[in-house]
């Protein structure tokens, strides 16, 4: 769940404009996120943690609100941005969910689970695994 994760954005400032861009790098740190270029290419990546980035995406879309623009127009500034990142978003679903909720709903979602299935499928440690299993079963 702690892990990076990188998204790219091609053709960032072509889609958006520099200044959008420059915008979207200053609120990326506030969510210690990096949006930044790759290499010397025209592309564009935006790298954090997945609830950084999910929190980041999060303000880009109130920022847009704020200037009197909804996120769902077409002529909103970080919209293209926001649809990349929360696309990506989808694939890393797993990493959003804090442990304890993942390992509930896993047992909750197939009772017969091994501690050791649990341990392998979300890379905790045998004690959490059993704590969760404990929860569970008070229920």
């Not at 769940?1 to 053709?11: F, G, K, Q, R, V």
């Not at 200044?19 to 790759?38: D, G, M, P, S």
Request: hydrophobic share 40%.
């Amino acid at each position: 769940m702690n892990e990076a994760i990188t998204i790219l954005l091609p053709s960032l400032i072509h889609r958006i404009g520099r200044e959008v861009v420059n915008r979207a790098k200053v609120i990326a740190t506030q969510y210690h996120c990096e949006l930044k270029r790759v290499r010397r290419s025209r592309n564009w990546q935006l790298t954090g943690e997945a609830v950084n980035i999910q929190s980041f995406t999060s303000d880009l879309s109130a920022e847009s609100m704020k200037a009197g623009r909804p996120a769902v127009r077409g002529d909103d500034e970080f919209r293209y941005l926001i649809q990349k990142i929360e696309t990506a978003l989808l694939s890393h679903a797993d990493k959003l969910e804090p442990l304890a909720a993942k390992l509930t709903r896993l047992i909750n979602e197939n009772p017969n689970i091994t501690l050791a299935e649990l341990v392998h499928i979300t890379d905790c440690t045998m004690s959490e695994a059993r704590t969760a299993r404990f929860d569970a079963e008070l229920w």
